[in-house]
């Protein structure tokens, strides 16, 4: 190709047709203007084109790392609730007619602590990074960062309520709690002396004013835990949806 263009020149320089050669010359010019504006046409479509893709790419990292963690919350969150519940049924209901079994039950419940420790690696990596500078929602962008701000206020308030939990009730069952660990356990069940004995221990443990108020003020800081956790759940949910449709936009 270029040594046909140079067979052009030369003949047209060799016939004195300097009218005729100024005319290529300029559409000559003219021609490779225009292959490099082609050039960085295609160049700046296929940037954009990794653009996209990276942008895609961040999405579906994000969106799969919250919906782990979301159903990791879910089943943390949904233990937190059963707590509450038992808190509640040692506080507001009469246990003196409750089976034994039961109210063990209760007691492991009510004790048993549960903390909610997400996965952050993936967004940790992209703030270190700048990645997340590529989610062109900002919108969005400010949700996702906003996210783990609402997941610390959550999980402070689990940590009052398993340091509450330790030390409190946790201590006065370890100084009080005389009901055989085999019979606790499901291993064996009580005998008739045992079924008499535990039901006064419970009798006097459920209605004395100490644990009353108790756990009273455990079920103050769980009811904060419950609104928080409802508050995560639904920012999870909602974010997901979110993703999902900002995912379907840039794809």
Do not use: C
């Amino acid at each position: 190709m270029i040594k046909f263009f140079r067979k052009i020149r030369r003949r047209l320089l060799t016939e004195n047709k300097f009218s005729s050669y100024l005319i290529y010359a300029i559409g000559e010019i003219i021609l490779v203007v225009i292959g490099i504006l082609i050039a960085l046409q295609i160049d700046n479509w296929n940037e954009k084109k990794q653009l996209k893709e990276e942008q895609v790419k961040t999405l579906k990292s994000l969106h799969r790392a919250i919906k782990i963690n979301s159903t990791e919350f879910d089943t943390i969150f949904n233990a937190q609730i059963l707590r509450n519940k038992s808190l509640q049924d040692v506080i507001f209901t009469d246990v003196s007619n409750l089976p034994n079994t039961h109210l063990d039950s209760l007691i492991k419940i009510n004790v048993r602590n549960h903390t909610f420790d997400p996965s952050t690696g993936i967004y940790n990596a992209m703030i270190n990074s700048g990645k997340i500078e590529l989610v062109a929602n900002e919108t969005l962008k400010n949700r996702i960062s906003k996210l783990y701000d609402i997941v610390k206020d959550y999980q402070e308030s689990e940590d009052e309520i398993t340091a509450y939990t330790k030390e409190h009730l946790e201590e006065y069952y370890i100084n009080n709690y005389e009901i055989d660990p085999t019979v606790l356990a499901g291993l064996r069940d009580r005998t008739y002396l045992e079924e008499e004995r535990d039901k006064t221990l419970y009798n006097k443990a459920f209605t004395s004013f100490k644990i009353k108020n108790m756990y009273i003020l455990l079920l103050n800081k769980m009811n904060d835990v419950i609104l928080k956790g409802i508050n995560l759940s639904s920012e999870y949910q909602e974010l997901i949806k979110d993703l999902e449709n900002e995912i379907e936009i840039q794809s």
